[in-house]
């Protein structure tokens, strides 16, 4: 095992403090991943967006004593030494370097073989499944989900160990210059270069440049597998000197594929293979699976996996779930759904995700036998129950002979059954309330018959919350603030539609400064869930304030009426209370005017045990190019009226305008705190740097029923939707009732069905509403986007003449919610 002294020369940095010899187990870079602080180093890693040295004290406070930081000194300028005098401290030039070199030379110990995956598609899945087919021979090491970044990578390579007899593991690169630091830390004897396609092409000059750049990664590897029907990909591999072993269906190759031919649920592929035609049947129809299937192939045959037994692994094959997801089930319950895989670095991930999530009530978790872990039983066992114990979990329930052998390692409730079947047959779904539940099983366990118990029948209209792209769009606007400006997130209406503590909870997570809500109510809800960052409430009613002193929540005040209100209720002993001012700028809606003023202070005054912490305005036009001048006169009032606020009342006070198209407009004057809204939810107000943020929220349905019209027959009620020739139309489960707006009928309208726009017929019902899908293959089941990534919110606002605000606040509360992490 590695100690921290050969860590410093492995990463070519200096010892700045030793304190204790300490193993060296995990790699951290991301602080909210913490399982195990004992044997954890942490490197703090300087990126685009955040800095791991802010995290270094709150790692220190957990019990991490191991860190690589790149400077000396935090940024108020003490040492890491003082502040940290337990921990062993190594300081290099870049940390993220340091990281990949200790993989680097970590992954130098191995000399069993590697296969190392490359392409613009497919990589994750090629992975995922050839670990399956080769582990009945095999103790596979592989990237967790898609680790293939340069950080992905050396966290991948870091879990190789003696036991391990194939590693696999996947690339993935945006920018030339990549592939070379890939190279060195997986350093492959067997590439698989998946195809070549548009992704990341912005990052190259040329397609034949990112060709050339991928195939870095193949560098020393004793053969290539390709398919050489990407004729760009092929010449520039027959440029190199590479031993290839290549599958084509238009010309001869090492496997010659001659028919394939699609029967029911699968496909049928006959080829031919060292001068013998065989015949396959992949389990799945679609292009990108058959194609991925094929490198799978090409692998088993290049390892001479007897033919028998090819066909016999391939039937077991199933989709791999891309990302992990919570949807709701039973009871007030939420499920997990990873029933794809089950080994130790998965499990780590997963537990992460349930850890992350809300406190909502209890955290259970559904876990089958671990399959193929290269470590005994028992010492796999108990670091399974360390995991779970560390990851807050509640109860598990353990379904396999091997993890019901091991129970009593498990700490607290914990529950065992042999098989899925078991646990079947004795499930009460009223044993479930209030609980998230993770579901984790390998594939032989058939898990999802679990998943379906546990389901809760809704109609087919989901909002997805992509909580990946929700934390983007923070460190977005976060880079763009002053290191001491604080950040107050507004979640007023259910968090703009995308879920109130689901997404608060990612900000208390993210340690934002501050959160606000419109409601009294909205800031309870929150405090109910374990929400503990201040929160203001924007519209506090006089019948809310016992509330707002219940749940620590601190009002907004805007009118000396409210203020006497408020102070009348205030009982006579007590802390001091928490409010903020507002002020009236030009806005015109709510907030005192410099008028205000010489009534406003004596009051305040006179009641010490009210301690305002903040003043703030509200810009009326900041999203507009247009209202500059205005928006800067109401800054330059506000700095004024803010500057008396501070001297008639003796102290300082956090003074904030900003909202986010403020962020983006007028960044000299973040004061001490911004207000972001809408842009966490992915919609960038001025329309300039829309590209810079990520699309968080999905609205989809699915068609309902396909039928045909002949024109002059009309379509819903009012008879609204005239067919001026032969049409078809799908009727989609979508309606005003769902937050579909009645403006969208009649063509103003569009969604998207298997990725082209259809317009909308006929007046929008309460329910459903019907498109045109004219010469479009559709059937009933098929998805429909209102609005997502490829539809975005700004344009379908403007069609109907309204703002994204408004069509993201008004999805219903009946349609579920599903969060989601890539
Ligand atoms: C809603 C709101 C914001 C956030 O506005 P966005 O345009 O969504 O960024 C900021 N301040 C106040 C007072 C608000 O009501």
Redesign the pocket.
Known sequence: MLTFQQLATKTNGKVLQFAAPLPVNQLLTDSRKLSQPAGTVFFAINGKFNDGHKYLAGLYQQGVRQFIVEHEQDAKGFNYSRLFPEANIIVVANSLQALQQLAAWHRAQFTIPIVGITGSNGKTIVKEWLAQLLAPDELVVKSPRSYNSQLGVPLSVWQLNSNHTIGIFEAGISMPGEMEKLQSIIRPTIGIFTNIGTAHDEGFTSRQQKVQEKLKLFTGVDVLIYCTDYELLHQEIQKQTIKTFTWSRQHPSDITINATTAAGHKTIVVYTYQGEKQRLAIPFTDEASVENALHCLAVLLYRNVPLAEIQDRLDRLHPVAMRLEMKEAINGCYLIDDTYNNDLAGLAIALQFLANQPQRGKRTIILSDLLESGLSEAALYSQVALLVQNHHVDKVIGIGPTISHHGLKFAGEAVFYSSTAEFLGQFKAEDFRNELILVKGARVFEFERIVHAFQQKVHGTVLEVNLDALVHNLNYYRSKLAPETKLMV?V?AFA?GSGSFEVANLLQFHRVDYL?VAYADEGVLLRENGITLPIMV?NPSPDSFAKLRQYNLEPEIYSLELLQLYLNDLPAEGPRHRIHLKLDTGMHRLGFTPEDFDALFPVLQQHPQVQVVST?T?LAG??EALHNDFSQLQISNFRKMAAEVEARLGYPVIKHVL???GIVRFPEHQLDMV?????LYGVE?TGSEQEALKSVSTLKTTVSQVKSIVAGETVGYSRKGIADKDKTIATIAIGYADGYDRRFGNGAGQVIINGKRCPIIGNVCMDMCMVDVTGLPVKAGDEAIIFGPQLTLTDIADRIGTIP?ELLTNVSSRVKRIFYSE
Do not use: V
Not at 675 to 679: E, V
């Open positions: 507004m007023k703009y606000a924007m703030f509200h900041a999203d909202n986010s198209a207000r972001l809204g809408i842009g107000a605000y």
